[in-house]
């Protein structure tokens, strides 16, 4: 039978936490970049011709239908090629998963602008005002109050995506776990571990998300 022994691990709770710095800091900064990426082409694709919009939806399309794993392996092994400049495993899970939050924070962008009644345009221009201003000072605090729900749950899908980046040696939470698991010859403790450190991130923001989705449909 097997014993369990999680205190064989306290040699390596140095490598655990710098995992998981390196999973928060991913998460934070593809979502603020992805964020932007998302802003830009969902109002592009809102309010452009068809030759400026046609693509972005390309993009959009190419991103959300292909698996991110595929995404990270050819954007660290391809994209190089292609460009003929040397990208490091972090460069590349940067571009990855930037481009590929960016493409589902396009589609929540674009849905919730396009949500905001048309008469919400119309009455602005008729009081004068500028569509720069009506977009910024009408629309889009409506659309934002749709959109949160959907940021939230995103943006931890997104925390959850970046387990991949493992694959191409980055030193996320699971892969410090498979480093430890070859050291120590403890799977079932360095993987539970790794399960409940991921849980205990990801729950409170799942009630946030639920949350926010009560008090805004309450809202509404």
Known sequence: MYVWDF????????????????????TVITVITGLVIGLTVGILRTNSPRWISMPLRFYIE??????????????????PVLIGV?????????????????SFYAEIFRGGIEAV?????????????????????????QAIQVM??????????????????????????????SVITAASYRPLEVYTTIAVMYFVVLFPLTLIADQVELRLGAHR
């Open 7 to 26: 205190a064989a691990l306290k040699p390596y709770w140095p490598l655990i936490w710098q995992g998981l710095l390196v999973t928060l800091l991913y």
């Open 62 to 79: 190419v991103f959300r239908c292909t698996p991110l794993l595929v995404q990270l392996v050819w954007v660290y092994y391809a994209l």
């Open 86 to 102: 040397d990208m490091t495993p972090a460069m590349a899970c940067f571009v990855a998963l930037s481009l590929y939050a960016g």
């Open 117 to 141: 009644d048309k008469g919400q345009w119309e009455a602005g221009r008729a009081i004068g005002m500028r569509r720069g201003r009506i977009f910024r000072r009408i629309v889009l605090p």
């Open 148 to 177: 949160i729900p959907s940021f939230i749950n995103q943006t931890i899908m997104q925390l959850k995506n970046t387990s991949l980046v493992s694959v191409v040696a980055v030193g996320d939470l699971l892969y410090q776990g």
